[in-house]
């Protein structure tokens, strides 16, 4: 019998799943403080998170039973990767279910900056009628730098082409010729730089890319162009990039992710007319919290039955035997 605890909200195609397994007891209480977490770990052989819980080295330590810690979604910022190395604990996520809805929202940020949208709908609900104010500009024809060339890079990348934009890439990960078949060549962080109109973030947050958009990167960059980040918040420097929205060397931002998430107060991108945040909703659909639902669940049942190991982000643990 396995007992699997889920402090955070999993889409109820996920608890279904749990509930139909034989030799398995959960407790799902979906919205649990740190203390309540730790107190119920003990019991555990895996613990199912979504981005509100944080599993660091003394919840580890605390749950001396724990075989796998599943994320429902790709980030697993939130979980010391080492520690549970160290502790023998198997870190897998679903990398699958949010590519679409990501990709979705990152191409319509990019249509909110390029229009003017939200500005546009605030004034229209006051009951102005500014048309002479928000001239836009069109994708067509445009070049779209992508930074990060995964799953939803090559998702961006799709939308772009139908739009009839150019599209390039930056990925130090891929092989040289990974958007060869859809015509994106990669190339060099300044050639994205130099000749990007608009550039989309999806690379994975690590110590080494931390504030990597900063002020030196800005300067590389085309006088107007416009950011899109849905991807990491740790990517951006933001008070840099309030400063390049301010100068106009950036025309216009569009960021679902934020270096503190709720955001701080006195933020600087907050109040600036060219920055359109929204609150982390990239896998904020009823299709991506079903698939990623169902796709953890799938892999800690695997583990913990079958010993199957998919998409485990600490293979080191593997190692150990």
């Given at each position: 019998?396995?007992?699997?605890?889920?402090?955070?909200?999993?889409?109820?195609?996920?608890?279904?799943?749990?509930?139909?397994?034989?030799?398995?007891?959960?407790?799902?209480?979906?919205?649990?403080?740190?203390?309540?977490?730790?107190?119920?770990?003990?019991?555990?052989?895996?613990?199912?998170?979504?981005?509100?819980?944080?599993?660091?080295?003394?919840?580890?330590?605390?749950?001396?039973?724990?075989?796998?810690?599943?994320?429902?979604?790709?980030?697993?910022?939130?979980?010391?990767?080492?520690?549970?190395?160290?502790?023998?604990?198997?870190?897998?996520?679903?990398?699958?279910?949010?590519?679409?809805?990501?990709?979705?929202?990152?191409?319509?940020?990019?249509?909110?900056?390029?229009?003017?949208?939200?500005?546009?709908?605030?004034?229209?609900?006051?009951?102005?009628?500014?048309?002479?104010?928000?001239?836009?500009v069109e994708l067509k024809g445009k070049t779209l730098g992508l930074v990060g060339f995964g799953r939803v890079g090559k998702a961006v990348a799709k939308r772009a082409l139908a739009f009839e934009m150019s599209v390039?890439?930056?990925?130090?990960?891929?092989?040289?010729?990974?958007?060869?078949?859809?015509?994106?060549?990669?190339?060099?962080?300044?050639?994205?730089?130099?000749?990007?109109?608009?550039?989309?973030?999806?690379?994975?947050?690590?110590?080494?890319?931390?504030?990597?958009?900063?002020?030196?990167?800005?300067?590389?960059?085309?006088?107007?162009?416009?950011?899109?980040?849905?991807?990491?918040?740790?990517?951006?420097?933001?008070?840099?990039?309030?400063?390049?929205?301010?100068?106009?060397?950036?025309?216009?931002?569009?960021?679902?992710?934020?270096?503190?998430?709720?955001?701080?107060?006195?933020?600087?991108?907050?109040?600036?007319?060219?920055?359109?945040?929204?609150?982390?909703?990239?896998?904020?659909?009823?299709?991506?919290?079903?698939?990623?639902a169902v796709q953890i669940v799938e892999n800690v049942l695997g583990a913990l039955f079958r010993g199957e190991y998919?998409?485990?982000?600490?293979?080191?643990?593997?190692?150990?035997?």
């Amino acid at each position: 019998m396995y007992h699997i605890l889920i402090p955070d909200n999993l889409d109820k195609a996920g608890l279904n799943m749990l509930s139909a397994a034989p030799e398995v007891t959960v407790q799902a209480a979906a919205k649990m403080s740190r203390d309540e977490v730790l107190s119920a770990i003990p019991n555990a052989q895996a613990l199912i998170i979504r981005s509100a819980t944080t599993v660091d080295r003394a919840m580890l330590e605390a749950a001396p039973h724990l075989k796998v810690v599943g994320r429902a979604g790709v980030g697993v910022d939130n979980v010391d990767l080492k520690a549970a190395t160290d502790r023998g604990v198997i870190v897998m996520n679903a990398p699958d279910g949010n590519t679409n809805a990501t990709a979705e929202l990152a191409f319509g940020l990019m249509l909110a900056l390029a229009r003017h949208i939200p500005a546009a709908s605030g004034l229209m609900h006051v009951g102005k009628w500014e048309k002479k104010a928000f001239m836009g500009v069109e994708l067509k024809g445009k070049t779209l730098g992508l930074v990060g060339f995964g799953r939803v890079g090559k998702a961006v990348a799709k939308r772009a082409l139908a739009f009839e934009m150019s599209v390039i890439a930056y990925d130090p990960f891929m092989p040289a010729d990974a958007g060869a078949e859809m015509g994106v060549p990669l190339v060099s962080l300044d050639e994205l730089y130099a000749h990007a109109d608009f550039i989309s973030l999806h690379a994975v947050g690590t110590g080494d890319n931390k504030g990597m958009i900063g002020a030196e990167a800005f300067a590389k960059m085309k006088k107007g162009v416009r950011i899109i980040n849905d991807s990491r918040g740790s990517l951006i420097n933001e008070a840099a990039l309030a400063e390049a929205l301010k100068s106009g060397q950036v025309a216009g931002a569009a960021l679902d992710v934020f270096n503190h998430e709720p955001l701080e107060e006195g933020n600087p991108l907050v109040g600036l007319p060219n920055a359109i945040l929204t609150p982390h909703l990239g896998a904020s659909t009823v299709e991506a919290q079903d698939a990623v639902a169902v796709q953890i669940v799938e892999n800690v049942l695997g583990a913990l039955f079958r010993g199957e190991y998919r998409n485990v982000v600490n293979p080191d643990v593997l190692k150990k035997g």
